[in-house]
Every structure is written in C-alpha cells, then in structure tokens.
C-alpha cells in the first residue's frame, strides 16, 4: 500500500500544507460548479437564439471539473492524512489532467465570449422569424425579454407588427402593462436585448473563467506538494 513511516519536519509542513490546500480546492469546485451550474440552468436564450455554442460547452467543462475537483479533494485529503503513497500518485496523475482541462476551460470562456459576440446580432434577427412559429424560439424570446428587460434585437422596431407581450413591462408576474397601441418607455421595454445579452455573456464568462483559471494554480501548487509528499513519504 506504500503507508508512510516517520516524516521530518519538511514533509510534516507538506502534508499539513497540501490538506489546506485540497480543503481550499473542495470550495473552489463548489463555487465552479455553482456558478457554472446557474449559467447552465439559465441558458436557454444562449441555446436557441444563438448558433454557436461553444460558450455554453466551455460552461459544461467548467461544471463537470468542478465536481470531479470536490472528489479528488476529498481523495487527496485521505492520501495525506493517511501517507499512502498510491492514493498520492493516483491523486497526483488525476489532479494533472483535470489542471490541464480546467485551465482550457477558462481559457475557452475569455476566447469564445469575443467569437460568440461578433455573430450575436445576425444569429438573434436569424431567430425572429421562428417566434409564434416554433415553441423554442418563442419560449426563448420570451425568457430573454421578460430576464433582461429588453425587447428585439436592436429595439421593438424589429418586430414590426408583431409585438411580443414579453416585451411589455411587468406590473407583478403573470401581468403586463398594455403596450402595443402605443409603444413608449413607460409601458415597454425600449433597450435592445443585443445589448443586454452582450453584457449578460462578458459577466458570466468572467465569472467562469476567473473561477475556472484560479482553481487551476491552486491545484498546481497541490501538484507540487503532492508530489514533495510522495517523495518524502518513506
């Protein structure tokens, strides 16, 4: 099993030091999964208004690391607690592949929140058509609109006679103002949802990524004491 014997004082900081380090890691994926999950749940404008989903998939890298990160915590607190030296190696090359993938992860929310943004606009006046016509797109405009306040594309003009209720301001929820006799900033949402749905993806994928990068270095530096313990383990 490789159970370790009598360490120095060096490898006693090592150990002590690589369970805080695995403690801090456990919250770090919980916040990751979390944040990715309450994107993931509330995607559905991201989905169906918009073509490309590589957001959304670096999202799920994100979600999915985060819960293989709080077990492999969980596993590397018990190899140093216990100093079995194959539960540190099976930790150590384990730990390794989810740093490289969560680095990627957030890597991939930074570069595709840029590439998602140049074809908002085109891939959101592409899904207009398909209101009323397709329950999707019709739910998604719906949930879009009624979420982040807005209405259209650029602006109601972009519905011409085809108004959504979704577009008119809510009194309480299930009620509406009467807004499409006579369209003005009191009754309706006058923003465009391009806007607000660029601002909505560049928080979230700052979210993500700074969560995803720094999770990383910190289990590079559970790498490096894994590895040390490894070593010192006799």
């Known amino acids: ?14 150990k002590f030091s690589l369970i ?5 890691t456990f919250i770090g994926g919980a916040v990751a999964l979390g944040i990715g999950l309450w994107i993931w749940l509330s995607r559905s404008f991201s989905t169906t208004l918009m073509s490309n989903n590589m957001f959304i998939a670096s999202v799920g890298v994100v979600v999915a690391m985060g ?5 492999l915590s969980f596993l ?3 190899g140093a607690i216990m100093e079995v030296k194959c539960m540190l190696l099976t930790y150590y090359i384990l730990v390794f592949i ?11 929310q930074f570069v595709f929140r840029e590439k998602v943004l140049t074809t908002l606009e085109r891939e959101m006046s592409a899904a207009i058509p398909y209101y009323g016509a ?3 797109y019709t739910k998604a405009w719906d949930e879009t609109q009624t979420y982040l306040q807005c209405c259209g594309v650029k602006g109601y003009q972009d519905w011409n006679d085809n108004i959504p209720d979704s577009c008119c301001k809510e009194v309480y929820p299930g009620k509406r103002l009467d807004c499409k006799v006579s369209p003005n900033p009191t009754t309706m949402y006058m923003t465009g949802c391009r806007d607000k749905l660029m601002e909505f993806l560049r928080e979230n994928a700052v979210y993500v990524g700074v ?8 289990m590079l530096v559970a790498l490096i004491l894994s590895c040390g313990l490894f070593v010192k383990i006799e």
Do not use: P, Q, T, W
């Not at 159970?3 to 060096?10: E, F, T, V, Y």
């Not at 805080?20 to 801090?24: D, F, G, S, Y």
């Not at 969560?211 to 910190?218: D, E, N, T």
């Open 20 to 24: 805080c380090i695995n403690v801090l």
């Open 134 to 136: 397709k329950h999707e």
């Open 67 to 71: 819960a293989a990160i709080m077990l």
């Open 1 to 14: 099993m490789g159970m370790g014997g009598a360490m120095d004082s060096c490898g006693r900081c090592m």
């Open 211 to 218: 969560v995803g990068v720094v999770v990383a270095l910190v």
């Open 98 to 108: 989810i740093f490289v993938v969560m680095l990627v992860g957030g890597i991939l």
């Open 76 to 78: 590397g607190c018990c």
